[in-house]
């Protein structure tokens, strides 16, 4: 099935989504009990499946055209073709602000590789099964003394720590002594990047997968080192969804479970340069993530 996109305003959204929320209401008229179609009938109608994304290359992007991209909104569109969902649009916000508009109906979901499962998130949300697996990274600049590997040494050393708000890296951070004053929020990877450069921060943290990506496509590598972080564990992303959208969700993870039977689940791996996650997201659940 041919998936098309189109970028839709968030005023627009906001409006469109108030209202079919609202309608996903049984009542009583007379004799009769008439129910509103759900989501996910609603959307193989022909109404647009709305995916809130972060600007996160390789995991999410949006093309020069106003397209999403990368490894996360590509596993949703594949997973949506299963499902008989054909159109989709996307709206660009920072990490903080996920899960937020998925509870407030602005959009449909966050995509797959947004959030990170967590027992936290998972008393607000819904979580697909896991959609990427991967440890954490940090960034330095390539300087004598700079080097780090653990968020504990970046506690005893008092190094100020750039983290995207609400992420786990937040969390890993602040629990292994960060003071919360040491630890500043970017909206995504490029920005924090940019605060490492202009020593603003010490230390970068986030996903190996982002941070590789981001540091081999800045416009000088070399100033910079990446180290894999040794004291955080695995953490695995999944689209989320409201608590309403359990069908929603259940038929995601069903159309997610046929792209990776199929291999268009490791070819889309493979198209970003990431196709050894494919082997790390079979080995976790998210029931199990929930529970830790």
Do not use: W
């Not at 496509?217 to 695995?236: E, G, H, R």
């Not at 069908?247 to 995601?252: G, I, K, P, T, V």
């Amino acid at each position: 099935m041919q998936t098309s996109i189109r970028l839709i305003s968030g005023d627009f959204l906001a409006r469109v989504l108030a209202i079919t929320a609202s309608a996903a209401v049984c009542f009583v008229a007379g004799p009769r009990t008439l129910c509103a179609q759900s989501t996910l009938d609603r959307l193989r109608g022909g109404e647009n499946a709305v995916i809130g994304i972060a600007n996160d290359p390789p995991f999410m992007s949006m093309t020069p055209d106003g397209k999403p991209d990368g490894i996360g909104p590509s596993i949703d569109k594949a997973v949506l073709g299963q499902m008989g969902v054909s159109a989709v649009a996307a709206q660009v916000m920072e990490y903080g602000a996920l899960i937020p508009a998925v509870r407030a109906h602005r959009i449909i979901f966050a995509s797959g590789g947004a959030l990170n499962i967590t027992p936290e998130r998972c008393q607000a949300v819904l979580f697909s099964e896991p959609t990427t697996c991967m440890g954490d990274a940090f960034v330095v600049r390539a300087d004598p003394g700079q080097s780090v590997t653990t968020y504990k040494e970046v506690a005893d050393r008092g190094l100020k720590i750039g983290v995207c708000g609400g992420c786990t890296m937040e969390k890993f951070a602040l629990g292994a002594g960060v003071k919360r004053e040491n630890l500043v929020i970017f909206p995504d990877d490029v920005s924090g990047l940019k605060m490492l450069l202009d020593k603003r921060i010490d230390v970068l943290a986030s996903g190996a997968g982002p941070m590789t990506h981001v540091r081999a496509t800045s416009s000088n590598p070399s100033l910079t080192a990446l180290i894999q972080v040794k004291d955080a564990p695995m953490s695995c992303t999944g689209a989320v969804f409201s608590k309403e959208d359990a069908e929603f969700r259940n038929a995601y993870n069903a159309g997610l479970k046929k792209i990776q039977e199929s291999g268009e689940y490791t070819a889309i791996l493979k198209k970003f340069g990431n196709e050894e996650l494919a082997s790390l997201v079979t080995s976790r659940s998210t029931a199990l993530l929930c529970q830790q």
